[in-house]
């Protein structure tokens, strides 16, 4: 079992994007200059992340890509369900009702009891996920990770890379 | 992300090997028709089981698999990283260190936060499966899953079915 890289690279992206004043967009180009990951997987990412609806965009020269909400509303379950799928990953094949002593039961049966153990393990993984917001990621990096010089760069690097599309 | 099929096979034959009386195998393809499962890629997971000590093996026309230990020992834990892998589902490639603000930090640096999150939620996930053993789903799949007749059933087949490598 193993997630792919767009979850990392998603999650970065909605903390930078989470930066950004209102009206503020950035080009799909710049966030992987950003990050330094390869712009044509980021862009797949990034349009997964719209489908979803954690991220918006504008198109064009002066478009780009913004959150589609406030930080604080987009959690980290948000973004890895929407690059990996909201699919569970466990799925019950309902191996129980075949052989010589099958488990008898019509719609409505309780669930075998190696799915339910599967799933109550997911559902732990997802309500972890669904505890932390972007903005508090994004506040904590800031607080707790970057030097005041990085944070000052970073700003820098976000005031110049911006777009405003409606200007 | 998607776990394997062999994961709930394995599940399932190792609630069907916690029957089984000390001193009794049964045969993979014994499990496999019990199952209804392709054979060949039965005997593959029973021998990723076998690597992690989850189960062990008897060779020969009279051999077979059991539990390598008890029951109460084996955990939905133990089935899941055998057949898995034990490698995390979330790696982190920390892009935090590339760009015009990376983090800054030598060895012995706080993880990265969006990682410490993601790891947290595997941790919950873990503990869930870690929570169960093989005994406690072989106990209620009989209370609460199967008819007497489907449990009488089952007993049948595994006595018909069981090896006795040493006798």
């Excluded at 390869?38 to 198109?59: D, F, I, N």
């Excluded at 064009?60 to 909201?86: K, P, Q, Y």
């Excluded at 990953?89 to 799915?115: D, V």
């Amino acid at each position: 079992m193993r997630l792919t890289e767009g979850v990392e690279w998603a999650a970065h992206c909605a903390v930078v994007l989470s930066k950004l004043p209102p009206g503020a967009y950035l080009p799909a180009t710049r966030l992987a200059e950003y990050h330094e990951v390869p712009p044509a997987y980021l862009a797949k990412t990034l349009s997964v992340l719209a489908r979803a609806g954690v991220v918006e965009s504008v198109p064009g020269r002066s478009g780009g890509f913004r959150l589609a909400r406030r930080a604080e509303d987009v959690t980290l379950l948000d973004i890895v369900l929407a690059v990996e799928g909201n699919d569970l990953a466990f799925r019950c094949a309902e191996i129980r009702r075949r052989g010589p002593a099958p488990f008898i039961g019509g719609k409505g049966s309780p669930a075998c009891l190696i799915a339910s153990a599967m799933w109550r393990a997911e559902a732990a993984w997802r309500e972890e996920l669904a505890s932390i917001t972007v903005a508090e990621i994004a506040d904590r990096v800031d607080r707790e990770r970057l030097t005041p010089a990085a944070r000052e760069r970073a700003a820098e690097w976000r005031a110049a890379a911006a777009t405003w599309p409606s200007r």
